[in-house]
């Protein structure tokens, strides 16, 4: 597994505990659900699948986009760069990046509609809304799904964006898992402790970010001087 994947499980973990703020309360939600035993845990993967499989559509989204601005020099580097320095500025100023989210005026309307559809569903919580759950979740706005995506972007592919995108969802299932399965037995004071680790894992994320910026950039390199040394060969 390339340092792209681990980055996106990385971050995806990282954001597991941003996310307890916004979707904690979702998945407190289903926790609250009467299905017991193995069915209870089916119910709580396919929530988590749900979301994941949004993550995936996005970064098939993201992917189709870079692959139309492939053709710009250097973008994958730059752009990777800028997503590993802004992660770690969040690390080290301990930024809520869906704090940023509220200068984009549409959001609020979209936040409004897919609320809306959670509650539907919610409303009528059987084993086969969970998976719908799960992929109106993931449409919630999040600043970190943004910045994962434009990690995807990066990937100029649709394959890699969406292999990326479903990494990063996978990630956040553990944490998300846990809170669906056993989150009364979690108390707020706990969750809200376990929250202040995720600047520290921005740090981390942000580093291999910038590690696979250099990667690339090395490889574009490689890449250039190999017609170069190619040439000089047929002159000799």
């Not at 971050?11 to 505990?17: K, L, R, T």
């Not at 993550?55 to 692959?67: H, M, S, W």
């Not at 984009?104 to 059987?126: D, E, M, S, T, Y």
């Not at 590690?211 to 000799?236: F, G, W």
């Amino acid at each position: 597994m390339n340092e792209l994947y681990i980055t996106a499980l990385g971050m995806g973990f990282a954001g597991s505990f941003h996310c307890l703020g916004m979707c904690g309360p979702i998945a407190l939600a289903i926790q609250g659900g009467k299905s017991q035993g193995p069915q209870q845990i089916f119910d709580r993967l396919l929530y988590n699948f749900g979301r994941a499989t949004t993550y995936t559509l996005l970064g098939g989204f993201a992917g189709l986009l870079g692959q139309g601005l492939s053709w710009l020099v250097g973008y994958q580097v730059y752009l990777t760069a800028f997503l590993g320095v802004m992660m770690l500025a969040f690390g080290v100023f301990a930024v809520n990046p869906d704090k940023l989210l509220s200068f984009i005026p549409f959001l609020g309307g979209w936040f409004q509609f897919v609320r809306k559809q959670l509650g539907k569903f919610l409303r009528n919580a059987k084993w086969y809304n969970f998976f719908s759950i799960g992929i109106m979740n993931g449409f919630l706005p999040c600043g970190l799904v943004y910045m994962a995506m434009i990690a995807a972007l990066s990937t100029s592919s649709i394959s890699e964006g969406m292999s990326y995108m479903f990494m990063f969802g996978l990630g956040t299932i553990p944490m998300m898992f846990a809170v669906a399965v056993a989150g009364q037995f979690i108390e707020t004071k706990v969750r809200n402790q376990v929250r202040r680790i995720y600047p520290v894992l921005f740090l981390a994320m942000g580093s291999l970010l910038l590690l696979r910026a250099y990667n690339i950039h090395q490889s574009s390199q490689q890449m250039t001087d190999k017609p170069m040394e190619e040439v000089e060969m047929k002159c000799h």
